[in-house]
């Protein structure tokens, strides 16, 4: 069997209890970033043979090799500590790039997303309906507006759903060709 059938398996098997899904996961997680937690400890002090080595494989690793390097000390060589920066910061400005790519795509998407069911009483107002597009708003917000109080955040959204989608759709197009957004894109706004 192999590793593709054995993920299905797990996954057609995905435990429903809370501590079992957590244990599930951890190993899969810890199984996934083995070889670039190895990696990112031998650049960070190993046998000086490998270290170059090391430190090719994590850059070609890109944003798989980010959480490895958090979990190593920053190094003491100031050099070092060049390379480390621009390691963790490099693929994860080329991640942000690419979703930003994918949710812009997105915000052109109206298909309605289904209510998910909830058990118990009908509420007294019916949640807005939800469009792909305002989700991809949403995401497009958090992207731009990276650091953003979280109450802040929760209550424009409640603000930009309350608004009749006419209205949203203005505002995602307004958004859309934003500074801000283009730069997030790679565009030159100007």
């Known amino acids: 069997m192999n590793e593709h059938e054995v993920l299905l398996r797990s996954l057609e098997a995905y435990p429903a209890d809370p501590a079992e899904e957590e244990a599930f996961v951890d190993g899969h997680v810890q199984q996934a970033r083995s070889a670039a937690r190895i990696a990112a400890e031998v650049w960070h002090g190993g046998d000086p043979r490998y270290v170059p080595g090391a430190e090719l494989f994590l850059r ?44 812009d795509a997105m915000l052109d998407d109206r298909r309605p997303v289904p209510m998910p069911f909830r058990p118990g ?8 309906e ?6 991809a708003y949403l995401a497009m917000r958090s992207l731009v507006n990276f650091g953003d109080d979280r109450l802040e955040i929760v209550l424009d959204q409640r603000a930009f759903l309350s608004e009749p989608p006419e209205a949203r759709d203005e505002l995602i197009r307004r958004a859309r060709g934003s500074a801000a957004w283009q730069r997030a894109l790679g565009n030159d706004p100007d």
């Open 121 to 128: 009483p009908e509420p007294e107002e019916s949640p807005p």
């Open 60 to 103: 070609a690793l890109d944003d798989l090799a980010i959480r490895p390097l958090l979990e190593i000390p920053v190094p003491s060589d100031a050099a070092d500590a060049a390379v480390y920066v621009n390691m963790l910061v490099e693929p994860e400005l080329e991640l942000r790039a690419a979703i930003g790519s994918r949710i």
């Open 130 to 135: 939800r469009r792909v597009c305002d989700e």
